[in-house]
């Protein structure tokens, strides 16, 4: 069955660099159309897609964020892996990755909470 | 890049039959397909709707979704409402290399 993790530290201090790891299995990401995405949630509002990266190797950011996110991945390991440099409180938040076919995040890792704080 | 607003809050009684908005600022809603995440406390999202109507295996359907381009929104409706229906529910859909996701909205079975 397909299931994905996140893993990285729960705590990071403000202008640090924040490097998020998503392990998953029951699918490749070398097979057309997959697509592996992080997505956050800060305590108490909405899901904010952050990046994606696909089965061909490119890669999408989110424009507001994109000056400070890259997205990578690591097929033999059935990895994908995200950082976040400059980080500041506001970028407290639960982090998800999540498995994008057919348009949809049919599957999500149970998130990884990052607080950010000195 | 366009946004996805929804309504802060709904609430219905069991039984019931309720209709979630999620209204796309710019662009047509139907240029691409919109999905619906029912989300738990303390759960990660799982898909309710996908491809605008489309209803995932294992989800009743007592969920169903449309989109009315006349009022560029997509729909997420629940009949015969459930207390176990009582969670955050969010619209999203793409645009240029943008996935988007609305503002959520809480449903309350009351």
């Known amino acids: 069955q397909v299931t994905l993790r996140e893993s990285g530290p729960a705590l990071v201090k403000p202008t640090q660099t924040l490097t998020l790891t998503c392990t998953f299995s029951g699918f490749s990401l070398s097979t057309s159309g997959m697509c592996v995405s992080w997505i956050r949630q800060p305590p108490g509002k909405a899901l904010e897609w952050l990046a994606l990266i696909d089965w061909d190797d490119d890669k999408y950011y989110s424009t507001s964020l994109k000056t400070r996110l890259t997205i990578s991945k690591d097929t033999s390991k059935n990895q994908v892996v995200l950082t976040m440099t400059n980080m500041d409180p506001v970028d407290t938040a639960t982090y998800y990755c999540?498995?994008?076919?057919?348009?949809?995040?049919?599957?999500w890792g149970q998130g990884t909470l990052v607080t950010v704080s000195s | 890049n366009f946004m996805l607003t929804q309504p802060h809050s709904v609430s219905e009684s069991p039984g019931k039959t309720v209709t979630i908005s999620c209204t796309r600022s710019?662009?047509?809603?139907?240029?691409?397909?919109v999905q619906w995440y029912q989300q738990r406390p303390g759960s990660a999202p799982t898909t309710v709707i996908y491809?605008?109507?489309?209803?995932p295996s294992g989800v009743p359907d007592r969920f169903s979704g449309s989109i009315d381009s006349s009022s560029n929104s997509a729909s997420l409706t629940i009949s015969g409402l459930k207390t176990e229906d009582e969670a955050d529910y969010y619209c999203?859909?793409?645009?240029?290399?943008?996935?988007?996701f609305g503002g959520g909205t809480k449903l309350t079975v009351l």
């Open positions: 999203q859909s793409y645009d240029s290399s943008s996935w988007v």
């Open positions: 999540a498995r994008l076919t057919r348009n949809t995040y049919d599957y």
């Open positions: 710019s662009g047509s809603i139907a240029s691409n397909y």
């Open positions: 491809e605008d109507n489309q209803r």
